[in-house]
């Protein structure tokens, strides 16, 4: 009996364990064999979760030029008015760089609708993240006045 538990603490039991071993790193190569495609799953994941919110390799001064253009040949078309563009907002947290850009518009419900449809439609720069619709008096004509306020972001990752 003794030479039956010394033998299998001598012998079987290492064996059991490199047996062990030798599957464990089976297991880790057949992982490494579809490596490639699950770092190809992971880029176009990546890729398209940047196509959502809004990353263009464009610079700021752009994002700045080309919202404003895409708004005001709309304001202009459809008869609305730019109220109030304070710039554009930049905030950095750990990788990224997110811009916010607020637009306030004067206008018809109808229109100003139509205005965040075509923002989210057809400005690809950017998403509309917010829209938030209000009264307000204008003192000079004593009537109220419809407003929108657009809040346009685009989110991109910082190149060191």
């Not at 206008?107 to 075509?118: D, H, T």
């Not at 109220?144 to 306020?149: A, I, M, R, V």
Request: net charge positive; proline share 1%; aromatic share 10%.
């Amino acid at each position: 009996m003794l030479f039956l538990i010394l033998s299998f603490k001598l012998a079987i039991n290492k064996t059991w364990s490199l047996k062990s071993q030798c599957t464990e790193i089976e297991n880790h190569m057949d992982q490494l064999k579809t490596a490639p495609q699950q770092i190809a799953l992971i880029k176009s994941k990546l890729d398209a979760i940047d196509a959502k919110v809004g990353d263009k390799k464009i610079e700021q001064v752009n994002f700045e030029a080309l919202i404003i253009e895409h708004i005001s040949t709309f304001c202009k078309n459809n008869n609305l008015v730019l109220k109030d563009y304070p710039g554009i907002h930049q905030y950095k947290q750990q990788d990224y760089l997110t811009e916010t850009c607020k637009i306030t518009v004067e206008g018809g419900f109808i229109k100003l609708l139509r205005l965040a449809n075509e923002i989210e439609r057809n400005f690809s720069y950017g998403k509309v993240s917010s829209l938030n619709f209000y009264l307000q008096k204008n003192f000079s004509t004593k009537k109220n006045e419809l407003l929108l306020e657009i809040y346009v972001q685009n989110i991109k990752m910082i190149k060191e």
